[in-house]
């Protein structure tokens, strides 16, 4: 989601508001990535009174401030700027563009209820569906290809745009307003209209397995996300181990993820990050549950800051992995201020695990490897862990 990933939940975008560092993910038409913690946040550039930005975010501005001279739109502008610069998972928003990303990232959306990513090859893929949303309704899956919304072609189109067009920003359509989709799968193509709904993200799921175990299910670290988890934990059978699912989590707010990783660890490491060369780091948060035994689950649709905390529960030995390799998205957005109020959020950096270990482009490689039937994989390796401390 060329999103954000991890804060202590920014509020709207106004001028002095406080914008926060992120971990970009995949964009959701329903939701999306998230932020760092509030401790980490950048001040907004306020755009009368901020000395010409630097770094990755000095050419964006720039054109959006000649568009602005120009009686052009800054937003189209400073995207096409992006799309030169190479950037793979930077993004502009509008001001309700990253309004409804935070409305998204505090768990509610009007939307269809799909996710989305851009592929290297500029298609647009479907990556998850809400149940019970208009997209599930339609029977839309995972690995559909997008083609078109209300007739305009998206390949190629940032997913900013692709989800603007899915929730009808341009005309503000609401909840119970229909969007058209043109869809793809292998050899089908066909069109389904949707009606749009307000829906809200129950981002964790907890449910207990015959013989005690606990299976917590994490779909996106919105707001809440990480209290859920250590809820979920304290009431879990003492006699009985763990499974953490993250298997398709795109990411989501990283402070949401650090404070999952506080419910499993006494304090410590749980990641470092550069932000233009200057090094930051994440820790948790001490009490957590280190005796317990952890199996956490992974998959390729696991990205960005569920990455992070797999990393971290892997390097500190703390859970055993399994699954398949994780997607790989390891870079660090900052966001900042354009002149007329919208928001560039650019690639400055990369996040490491607590060994030094880089995700980018790499992901995260299971301890043990398991597609079909990986629940009941994790059921065996619980099953034969005593207590690992």
Known sequence: MSGRDLFCQPRRVRRGAALTLVFASVLA??????????????PAPDPTR??????PHADVARAAEEALADGKSPVEAARRAVSRSGDRW???????EYEDVE??????????????RRERDGRIEVTKVRAGSP??????RAGDRLRSVDGHEVDGRPVTEVVSLLRGDATDEPAGTT?????ERGTRAWDVTLRRARLSTESVAVRELPGGITVIRVDTFTKGSGDRVRTAVRRAPADAGIVLDLRGNSGGLVDEAVTTASAFLDGGLVATYDVEGEQRALHAEGGGDTGRPLVTLVDEGTMSAAELLTGALQDRGRAIVVGTRTFGKGSVQMPGRLPDGSVAELTVGHYRTPSGRSVDGRGITPDLEADEGALEQAETVLSGIGDPR
């Open 179 to 183: 969007v058209r989709l043109g869809l």
């Open 50 to 55: 901020q000395a010409a930005p630097a770094g």
């Open 135 to 140: 997209a599930a309704d339609a029977g839309i």
């Open 90 to 96: 930077g993004a502009v928003y509008s001001p309700d």
């Open 103 to 116: 409305d998204a990232l505090d768990g509610r959306y009007t939307g269809v209820g799909l996710w989305a």
């Open 29 to 42: 038409a329903g939701a999306a990535t998230g932020a760092l913690p509030g401790a980490d946040r950048e």
